[in-house]
T-cell receptor, first 112, second 118 residues
Framework: DQQVKQNSPSLSVQEGRISILNCDYTNSMFDYFLWYKKYPAEGPTFLISISSIKDKNEDGRFTVFLNKSAKHLSLHIVPSQPGDSAVYFCAASLRSQGNLIFGKGTKLSVKP | ETGVTQTPRHLVMGMTNKKSLKCEQH?????MYWYKQSAKKPLELMFVYNFKEQTENNSVPSRFSPECPNSSHLFLHLHTLQPEDSALYLCASSYRFSGGAESGDTQYFGPGTRLTVL
C-alpha cells in the first residue's frame, strides 16, 4: 500500500497563475518532506523541503505547506512559468532512517 | 564534473548478458542509493549504502548486485535480467548526519540509465 500519494496525475495551469500540487501520506511518523522536479531524460532535481516542526517553508516562487493533522502537504508555485512544466514528486522520510518514500508524481503543464 | 554522474545513459542488453551501471558523486556525501523507476510507478528504492556499508536491500532479486568500493562510487552489476527489468535506474547520494530538528537527508540524483532488456 502506498505511503505517499499524489492523487492528481496531471495539472494544467496558465502562465502567471498559481500552481498547487498536492500530496498525502499515511505514516504519521514521517518527519521530513521534500519536493523534486523531473524533466524527461533527467534525474529528479531537489526543489524544496520542510521539517515536521514547521508548517511552511518558502524559497522564491516555491512554497511548501505542511498540515500534519491532515497528513497533507502541498507545493505552491507562483507565478507559474512555462519552464516549470515537468513532473513533480513528493517524498517523505524518517530523519532517523533517511530513506525516501516517493509518490507517483504529478505532471504539471504551464501554458503560455 | 559536479553533482552525481551516471554511465552509461542508455543500455540495451540481452537476457544472457552481463553489464554494469556506474555512479559517481562529487558532493562529498557519505551515503549512496540505487532506485528503479518503472512506467507509472513511484521510484522504488533498491539499495542503500552508508559509509560504504550496505544498510538496506529492498527484496531486490539477486540478478542485481550492488558494489560500493568507496563513498564516491557505486556500481550495479546486472546479469540474466528479464524484460520486465527494463526501466530507468537512478543513483542518488546524500550526507547522513544527526542535524538539528529542521534538517534531514536531502538526496541528489544522477541523470539515470535507461535500461532496455530484450
Amino acid at each position: 500500500d502506498q505511503q505517499v500519494k499524489q492523487n492528481s496525475p496531471s495539472l494544467s495551469v496558465q502562465e502567471g497563475r498559481i500552481s498547487i500540487l498536492n500530496c498525502d501520506y499515511t505514516n504519521s511518523m514521517f518527519d521530513y518532506f521534500l519536493w523534486y522536479k523531473k524533466y524527461p531524460a533527467e534525474g529528479p532535481t531537489f526543489l524544496i523541503s520542510i521539517s515536521s516542526i514547521k508548517d511552511k517553508n518558502e524559497d522564491g516562487r516555491f512554497t511548501v505547506f505542511l498540515n500534519k493533522s491532515a497528513k497533507h502537504l502541498s507545493l505552491h508555485i507562483v507565478p507559474s512559468q512555462p519552464g516549470d512544466s515537468a513532473v513533480y514528486f513528493c517524498a517523505a522520510s524518517l530523519r532517523s532512517q533517511g530513506n525516501l518514500i516517493f509518490g507517483k508524481g504529478t505532471k504539471l503543464s504551464v501554458k503560455p | 564534473e559536479t553533482g552525481v554522474t551516471q554511465t552509461p545513459r542508455h543500455l540495451v542488453m540481452g537476457m544472457t548478458n552481463k553489464k554494469s551501471l556506474k555512479c559517481e558523486q562529487h558532493l562529498g556525501h557519505n551515503a549512496m542509493y540505487w532506485y528503479k523507476q518503472s512506467a507509472k510507478k513511484p521510484l522504488e528504492l533498491m539499495f542503500v549504502y552508508n559509509f560504504k556499508e550496505q544498510t538496506e536491500n529492498n527484496s531486490v532479486p539477486s540478478r542485481f548486485s550492488p558494489e560500493c568500493p568507496n563513498s564516491s562510487h557505486l556500481f550495479l552489476h546486472l546479469h540474466t535480467l528479464q524484460p520486465e527489468d527494463s526501466a530507468l535506474y537512478l543513483c542518488a547520494s546524500s550526507y547522513r548526519f544527526s542535524g538539528g530538528a529542521e534538517s534531514g537527508d536531502t538526496q541528489y540524483f544522477g541523470p539515470g540509465t535507461r535500461l532496455t532488456v530484450l
